[in-house]
């Protein structure tokens, strides 16, 4: 499988700041990237798809000015929570999308968020 | 858009007894079936998939079977064992048109000793 990794594993902030994900695909070059958020015991939701040097496609009720994705390389996607509240606290992970991989998609390790 | 049912939401076996989780989907363009194991504080990890011009895949003690003509898929997980308890998400999508995978809800699997 795909070797992938997301950095910080885990974070605890204050409400109001700002919090930077990195996802990073390690073995092969990701034209597209998506963001999937989870709470506890629940199922994965997408949040958005991004494409190496263009926009993300958010998915609906999903705001765009508070979870702004960058995808500036083949290679690393990084996803910021803005004015992160309590609400926003929840498990995030990244899954690259390789354009060959017919697809099957391998996930990070997710990154745990607590907004206090 | 696509929809993915999953039942049970929980189950509990003995080990080496088997464990069977059933998904339902919606859309008949789905092509690609995939099924991961999320372990607590971790990434899924996709344990096999199944495409939709086979109706059965097996990997060792996994199996997965796909009827799509009542748009249903099924993981088989044989002689289970402590370490296969896990929750198990199935998901589908349609493979170019962007990929974008559809979960279940999930199955919390425990295996008893």
């Known amino acids: 499988g795909a070797v992938v990794s997301q950095h910080p594993s885990r974070v605890i902030c204050k409400s109001g700041t700002s919090v930077k994900i990195e996802c990073r695909s390690l073995?092969?070059?990701?034209?597209?990237m998506f963001w999937y958020r989870q709470f506890p015991k629940k199922s994965l939701m997408l949040m958005a798809t991004s494409n190496e040097g263009s926009k993300a496609t958010y998915e609906q009720g999903v705001e765009k000015d508070k979870f702004l994705i960058n995808h500036a390389s083949l290679t690393l996607s990084t996803l910021t929570v803005t004015s992160a509240h309590p609400e926003d606290s929840s498990f995030y992970i990244c899954?690259?999308?390789?354009?060959?991989?017919?697809?099957?998609?391998?996930f990070g390790p997710g990154t745990r968020l607590l907004v206090l | 858009g696509e929809n993915v049912e999953q039942h049970p939401s929980t189950l509990s076996v003995q080990e080496g007894d088997s464990a069977v989780i059933k998904c339902t989907y919606s859309?008949?363009?789905?092509?690609?079936f995939p099924w991961y194991k999320q372990e607590l504080g971790k990434g899924p990890q996709l344990i096999i998939d199944?495409?939709?011009?086979?109706g059965e895949k097996k990997d060792q003690r996994i199996a997965v079977t796909l009827n799509k003509t009542a748009k249903h898929f099924s993981l088989h997980i044989t002689e289970t064992q402590p370490e296969d308890s896990a929750v198990y998400f199935c998901a589908a999508s349609t493979t170019g048109g962007g990929n974008k995978l559809t979960f279940g809800t999930g199955t919390q699997l425990k295996v008893e000793l």
């Open positions: 199944i495409r939709s011009n086979v």
């Open positions: 899954s690259p999308d390789r354009a060959a991989s017919e697809g099957t998609q391998y």
């Open positions: 073995d092969f070059q990701a034209t597209t």
């Open positions: 859309d008949s363009a789905s092509n690609y």
